[in-house]
């Protein structure tokens, strides 16, 4: 799968059977990587998608809140399913529920750092217990016919840093491919998740390794595969309110493995520019896809997600849980403060578009022509 470089051979790849044709893949964001994200994330160009995680006691009891998360039924293939708990024939009898729904891979977290879910050994609590994850791996695999991954933390803390030894474990287990969040459990989501484990791991194991740890911009994602030779990357946070993140990094990543660029240098990345307010003029940077991506593209995709959201979950509980997305997308925008605190006060689809267009009347009223439109951080 790889070429003599040590960067992937082609953009094709696989995991198990399961053939893919991006290597670049939206991470599971609990309350955020729902059915609507997951569609804007392909209309971006992902290929592999994934759910939340779900408990696998919550599946197995046939707990109602538990199946109400599982919201891929007609869904377009392939969609990984990912599976929280820490009892090998729980979740392996969970696996086998979801197998027969549909589900295209099994994900197992061993990754959450919640205070309530490490205290049941679940999440990555279960960085700490090597045995146990054997159990795990084993009884699952031994039960579904669709491959089997795992995403996990470099550890626990410092002190226990099991990273590698975790990842062995999966491999010799029958795992078809493990993704690394090369950040500690003590790290939570702060500091750099250290890419050194993830090229470490690649190079101890012959299964895919998909390196995941603040991609946020399309030279993030070269670098983190030529650094550290992984077959596909995972991004989390860099695409709440920007999905166009998606498509740039899938385009980067494929120019990168066909040789068309040579490195993270040549994709394209923040910029500088001159932000003049009319008293001064101050030089910031502002992420590539502010320039790239028109005001009119930002508030169409907006209400394409709430209509998504709307039809997902009904007007209110859509236009309510579209908030969190909300908020993002107008960052960076002039007037944003005003503009989040205005949509947060909506509760109708057909609210927010006419406030988009009152934003847009505002605008072309204060500020000249839409073309005129200054990107000002606030
Ligand atoms: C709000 C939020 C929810 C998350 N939910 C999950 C989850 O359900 N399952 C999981 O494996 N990881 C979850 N993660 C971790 C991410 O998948 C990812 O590993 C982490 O954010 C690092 O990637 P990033 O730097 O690209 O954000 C979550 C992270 C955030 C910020």
């Known amino acids: 799968m790889h070429g003599d470089n040590g960067k992937p051979s082609g ?23 729902d059915r609507p994200f997951r569609e804007l994330a392909r ?7 994934c759910t939340q995680m779900l408990s696998a006691e919550g599946i197995v009891r046939d707990d109602k809140r538990t199946w109400s998360i599982l919201d891929t039924a007609g ?21 086998q529920m979801l197998e027969a729904r549909g589900a295209s891979i ?85 500091g750099r998740a250290d890419w050194g484990l993830i090229s470490g791991i690649k190079a101890a194991l012959r299964i895919p390794v998909i390196g995941n740890g603040d991609i946020m911009s399309p030279p993030d994602a070269v670098r983190m595969i030529r650094q550290t030779g992984c077959d596909a990357i995972m991004i989390g946070r860099g695409l709440m309110g920007n999905p166009w993140l998606m498509r740039a990094c899938n385009d980067a990543v494929n120019r990168f493995i066909e040789g068309r660029i040579a490195d993270e240098s040549q994709a394209p990345g923040d910029e500088q520019v001159l932000l003049d307010d009319g008293t001064c003029r101050v030089p910031v940077r502002v992420p590539f896809y502010m320039k790239e991506v028109t005001l009119g593209e930002r508030f169409n ?25 909300s908020q993002h997308y107008i960052k960076g925008i002039r007037g944003c403060k005003l503009l989040r605190e205005k949509l947060m006060k909506l509760e109708t689809l057909e609210e927010i578009g006419a406030l988009f267009d009152e934003y847009r009347r505002w605008l072309a009223g204060g500020a000249g022509t839409m073309q005129d439109v200054r990107i000002v951080t606030n």
Do not use: F
């Open 11 to 33: 953009i094709a790849w696989h995991i198990g059977r399961l053939k893919l044709a991006s290597r670049v893949m939206p991470a599971p964001l609990c309350d955020i990587s």
């Open 301 to 325: 995709l907006v209400l394409w997600h709430t209509r998504m959201m709307v039809a997902a979950k009904g007007e209110r509980r859509g236009v309510l849980e579209m908030r969190k997305h």
């Open 106 to 190: 099994i994900d197992l977290n061993m990754g959450c750092p919640a205070r309530k879910i490490t205290g049941n050994r679940c999440g990555s609590a279960l960085m700490l217990h090597p045995g146990l994850v054997a159990a795990i791996v084993k009884t699952v695999k031994r039960a579904i016919a669709i491959p089997l991954t795992v995403k996990m933390r470099a550890g626990w803390d410092d002190s226990a840093q099991t990273g590698m030894e975790i990842a062995q474990i999966c491999e010799s287990e029958g795992v078809d491919a493990v993704t690394i969040h090369a950040r500690t459990r003590q790290q939570a989501y702060k």
């Open 75 to 95: 869904e377009a293939s392939p969609v990984s399913v990912q599976l929280l708990g820490a009892n090998p024939d729980t979740l392996a009898r969970a696996a």
């Open 43 to 49: 209309s971006m160009g992902a290929d592999l998608v």
